[in-house]
Every structure is written in structure tokens, then in C-alpha cells.
């Protein structure tokens, strides 16, 4: 592994940081931090709701930019013996995206509409939607769908935020073909993904996030969520396999 070196990109709340390191003793090369600009103007957000939500190209600029400027730090001969990427970000994050796994907010119709954008790990909206999935849970199903996550279903995490979308913007839910994670679609569009169903989505994201396990066999059955809400109807389907 000598001269070889690898990208770190670190998606935190208000920016994203990119480093480069040294595989053979782990040196920091470079790095290079990037605020989101559309985030730190304070852009589709009501604290006083607990609505956060930030747009893709926050993301989509941050990481082009932090990455550039890390290159260009580290110099041409340590760039061309760059040799993998690695992704980490906040969660839960998900977004609404169409079938080719476009977040909806890339598109010109949903452009300036925060239900369309990624729904931030510390956005609370969906308390209502969290405390109804506890409830079905425990309304006599077979199986303890909950009983991966501690027992108790949070409003920051992936089914809820699902839901409250679906619930809060008939055009989005019209339009949202399936739900992705931060950490999922970032992978996803550096390897130039364009079929939802061909994304490869994380274990750690599917399993606490969105209740996927071995024990069920994937994810909890369809009608555990359409019994839940119609709108969920066929999400799994479109969603882990």
C-alpha cells in the first residue's frame, strides 16, 4: 500500500469536510471544509416546527468543491495514486427521489420546496407519525418489528419522516417514486447510479433506521405499513431488497 492514498468526505450538519490520507501510516495530506450555503442562510427551515431540511446541492457543490481543493493541496503526483473514496454522513437523512433516484428537489418543479429535500437527523415533524408506528407495532402483530431499534420507533428516523411527507405535500407524494438515504445516495451518484433499483443501500441505515432484518427477512411485510397508512402501499417494494 505504499503511495497510495484514499478520500475521506465527512457530511456534518452545517458543512462538509474532505481529507486525504496516507494509507500506509494514516497522515492527513490534505483537507478542506465546506459550509452549505444554502443551509447557513437558513433556507426552508422553521425551528419553530422543528422543520430542517437541506437541498441536494449543499451536498452536490460540497463535494465537489471540498474535493477539488483537496487535490489541489495534495499536489498531481499524490492525485493520480488516489485510489478510493469513502462516504460518511448524519442519519437519519432521507430524501424523496423518482425512480431514476433523483432527489425530487433536483427537479425544476420542486426546486424551492423543503418537503422535496433532504429531512435533516434532528428534524422533528413527524412526532405524530413515530408515535402511530409505535402503536401499530404493539396493536398485535406476529412478529416485534421493533425489536432491533430499542423497542421505540423515533420521529427522526426513516418510516416516519416517510410518512409526514407523504401526508404534508400531495405533489411530492405523487411524485416520490421511493425514500433514500443520505449515506445511500451519495455512493450512489459518485458511482453514477441512474435505477433505483440497482442502488446497493447501507445495513446500518436499513436495519436501525428503516426496521430491516435478517430475522424478518428484509423489511417488515407491505401491509404492516399500508395497514398503517395507505400511502405507504408499496414502498417496499422500491426501497431494500
Same mark, same amino acid.
Given at each position: 500500500m505504499r503511495d497510495t492514498y484514499v478520500i475521506g468526505v465527512d457530511y456534518g450538519t452545517d458543512s462538509v469536510r474532505s481529507i486525504i490520507v496516507d494509507t500506509s501510516n494514516g497522515r492527513e495530506v490534505a483537507a478542506s471544509v465546506f459550509a452549505y450555503p444554502r443551509w447557513r442562510d437558513g433556507l426552508f427551515c422553521d425551528a419553530a416546527a422543528q422543520q430542517f431540511r437541506q437541498h441536494p446541492l449543499d451536498y452536490?457543490?460540497?463535494?465537489?468543491?471540498?474535493?477539488?481543493?483537496?487535490?489541489?493541496?495534495?499536489?498531481?503526483d499524490i492525485a493520480k495514486n488516489i485510489k478510493g473514496i469513502s462516504i460518511d454522513t448524519t442519519g437519519s437523512t432521507p430524501v424523496a427521489t423518482d425512480a431514476k433516484g433523483t432527489p425530487?428537489?433536483?427537479?425544476?418543479?420542486?426546486?424551492?420546496?423543503? #418537503?422535496?429535500?433532504? $429531512?435533516? /437527523?434532528?428534524?422533528?415533524?413527524?412526532?405524530?407519525?413515530?408515535?402511530?408506528?409505535?402503536a401499530h407495532a404493539a396493536s398485535g402483530w406476529d412478529q416485534n418489528y421493533l425489536q432491533f431499534v430499542g423497542g421505540i420507533y423515533s420521529s427522526e428516523w426513516f418510516w416516519a419522516k416517510l410518512l409526514k411527507t407523504l401526508r404534508t405535500d400531495s405533489a411530492v407524494a405523487k411524485a416520490c417514486y421511493s425514500w433514500v438515504e443520505h449515506c445511500d445516495w451519495i455512493p450512489f451518484v459518485l458511482t453514477g447510479g441512474? +435505477?433505483? #433499483?440497482?442502488? @446497493?443501500?447501507? $445495513?446500518?441505515?436499513?436495519? #436501525? @433506521?428503516?426496521? /430491516?432484518?435478517?430475522?424478518?427477512?428484509?423489511?417488515?411485510? +407491505?401491509?404492516?405499513?399500508?395497514?398503517? +397508512?395507505p400511502l405507504l402501499t408499496g414502498f417496499t417494494k422500491r426501497l431494500f431488497t
Open positions: 452536490l457543490e460540497g463535494l465537489e468543491e471540498s474535493i477539488k481543493s483537496c487535490l489541489a493541496k495534495a499536489g498531481k425530487l428537489a433536483l427537479l425544476p418543479e420542486f426546486e424551492n420546496n423543503p #418537503h422535496a429535500m433532504f $429531512v435533516l /437527523w434532528k428534524d422533528h415533524t413527524a412526532i405524530r407519525e413515530a408515535a402511530e408506528i409505535n441512474n +435505477d433505483i #433499483h440497482q442502488m @446497493k443501500r447501507g $445495513v446500518c441505515a436499513a436495519g #436501525h @433506521k428503516a426496521l /430491516w432484518a435478517e430475522a424478518f427477512g428484509g423489511l417488515p411485510p +407491505d401491509n404492516f405499513f399500508s395497514q398503517l +397508512d
